[in-house]
């Protein structure tokens, strides 16, 4: 079964340096999503993007995130400048029609900033 | 805004029986409920969906009820077995926009 995949799984960085978290969504979708999970906590959502620009975005995603797909493949979150409660679990997902169908997510980059 | 939440933070269930998690929601303008089993160390894994003009739909061995009359959505696992044991969420949504919203989870651990 395709599946979306995401590196690295663990990423541990200084405050303040920013960060890459990459991801591979599955080829035929067109839809895709950041979400973070704070350790204990739920999930919650970053960022929806489709067409090459964002549909969507929470108060989380604030002017330190950027979201790109560099080229037909990769779909990367910046964190410019990297605070210590962004230390969460990122989950990137796709679906093929939005959410009229259902999301595939990422097995996660955990972040730790220190 | 709109808020999901579990009533339970952990279950526990003999295997082989039957058990049932909940989740209460608080935008009665909600179109959409999913819910995801997530395992440790994994990203959440969509098991089962249901629109808000349904008020059941099943799956192989879970069922999802949904009263829209007190904003109740349970996930119903029947014969449960070992590879059950996860965190389970109930998610909302509404047409109006494309994000999510996840309840807090409920842990449900499989007893031997």
């Known amino acids: 079964e395709p599946e979306v995949t995401q590196t690295p799984s663990h990423q541990v960085t200084q405050m303040g340096q920013e960060v890459i978290l990459r991801c591979v969504p599955i080829?035929?979708?067109?839809?895709f999503y950041w979400y973070r999970q704070i350790l204990g906590q739920k999930v919650e959502f970053l960022v929806s993007?489709?067409?090459?620009?964002?549909?969507?975005k929470s108060e989380i995603f604030d002017d330190q995130f950027s979201v790109e797909r560099p080229d037909g493949s990769n779909f990367t979150l910046k964190i410019r400048s990297t605070k210590l409660e962004d230390s969460a679990m990122y989950f990137c997902?796709?679906?093929?029609?939005?959410?009229?169908?259902?999301?595939?997510f990422g097995s996660g980059t955990q972040l730790s900033v220190l | 805004g709109e808020s999901v939440g579990l009533h339970l933070p952990t279950l526990s269930v003999q295997e082989g029986d039957n058990s049932i998690i909940n989740c209460a929601y608080s935008?009665?303008?909600?179109?959409?409920f999913i819910w995801y089993k997530q395992e440790s160390g994994k990203g959440p894994q969509f098991i089962i969906d249901?629109?808000?003009?349904?008020d059941k739909r099943q799956g192989q061995r879970v069922t999802v009820l949904l009263n829209k009359t007190v904003k109740h959505l349970s996930l119903q696992i029947a014969a449960t077995q070992p590879g059950d044991s996860a965190v389970y969420f109930c998610?909302?949504?509404?047409?109006?926009?494309?994000?999510?919203?996840f309840g807090t989870g409920t842990r449900l651990t499989i007893i031997p």
């Open positions: 080829s035929n979708h067109l839809y």
């Open positions: 993007f489709y067409n090459n620009e964002i549909s969507e």
């Open positions: 935008n009665s303008a909600s179109d959409y």
């Open positions: 249901i629109r808000s003009n349904m």
């Open positions: 998610a909302g949504f509404n047409f109006g926009n494309e994000k999510l919203t």
């Open positions: 997902a796709s679906s093929e029609m939005g959410l009229n169908e259902k999301l595939f």
